[in-house]
């Protein structure tokens, strides 16, 4: 056999060998992608979970503070009332009893209503009550707030690997499937984190 074809038929071998690495290769950068995309899913889910929670508590918290305040000017009418009826009695001290025991008896009732609008936890009605809710909204509305950039992040990481990733099987480049890969678990921590908040991030 001469040079030429020993040469020629090494080259053909290395040929087949890379024809049979390449696709390989790309079978399993396919499979990579699909558990990507699968991540990318995941990722979306959540975000759309933050975003709806952030609107919710966000509504939920400002019928909340409306309803205290609501709740506050008319404890301040009821308390008011009371007051101006208290002077009438210092100023008419020499009332009819009848009249005297009606005015006392609605300045307890005022009075009775106005502690009630200050805290009634038989309803949760109250101001003090409504207050905690209003803080429990906004607590919930600030950690989905919080959680909401690490799903964005997330999902950018993950569409820029899943490009590179195509890239890679179009073109078998390895180095493209590597920094796909860095992108990927980059996402998939931040995913992980948008979930449990692990760590605080400096996000905006």
Known sequence: MEATEIAETIHGEHEAHSAAADATFRKFTGIYLGIIAM???????????ATKTIVNANIQ???????????????????????ELDTQLLALPDMPEAARAKIEDRVKRYRERVDRYESDPSTGDGKKELLAKAKEFEATRDRAAERDPNFDCAEALFQIAIVLGSVSIVAASRP?????????????????????????????
């Open 176 to 204: 493209l499937i590597h920094l796909s890969g860095i992108l990927a678990v980059a996402g998939t921590l931040l995913m992980i984190n948008g979930y449990f908040l692990l760590v605080h991030l400096p996000f905006e």
């Open 61 to 83: 918290a400002s019928d909340t503070y409306g309803f205290y305040q609501a709740r506050n000017i008319r404890q301040t009418a009821y308390q008011i009332a009371a007051e």
């Open 39 to 49: 991540l990318l899913a995941i990722t979306a889910l959540g975000g759309a979970h």
